[in-house]
């Protein structure tokens, strides 16, 4: 069984940038589809990001396509999402997805205008 457990959210004003990482243990080798959703509060949740744990074509969602970059270290069994400029309606509880199926604990977001 898959586990997830991301970090590296925080506060960041608008323009600024953020690292999440998403650690994969347990049968890393059942991991195939990785991604990064978001729940901002009263919405529903919604895709950013995914990739095969493999690597390859990663694909985004309109809203963060040319600022946020998905990736896999597979050395180091870690998703990664890197997110540049920032904007307030980034703001959200972001969480890693394996398989479409597991989901880790999340880790917030803020971003202050």
């Known amino acids: 069984e898959v586990q997830l457990v991301e970090s590296g959210g925080g506060l960041v004003q608008t323009g600024g940038s953020l690292r999440l990482s998403c650690v994969v243990s347990?049968?890393?080798?059942?991991?195939?589809?990785m991604g990064w959703l978001r729940q901002a509060p009263g919405k529903e949740r919604e895709g950013v990001a995914c990739?095969?744990?493999?690597?390859?074509?990663?694909y985004y969602s309109d809203a963060v396509r040319g600022r946020f970059t998905i990736s896999v270290d597979r050395a180091k069994a870690t998703v990664y999402l890197q997110m540049n400029n920032l904007k307030p309606e980034d703001t959200a509880v972001y969480y890693c997805?394996?398989?479409?199926?597991?989901w880790g604990q999340g880790t917030q977001v803020t971003v202050s205008s």
């Open positions: 347990g049968s890393t080798f059942d991991a195939y589809a």
């Open positions: 990739i095969s744990f493999t690597g390859g074509d990663a």
């Open positions: 997805n394996a398989n479409f199926a597991i």
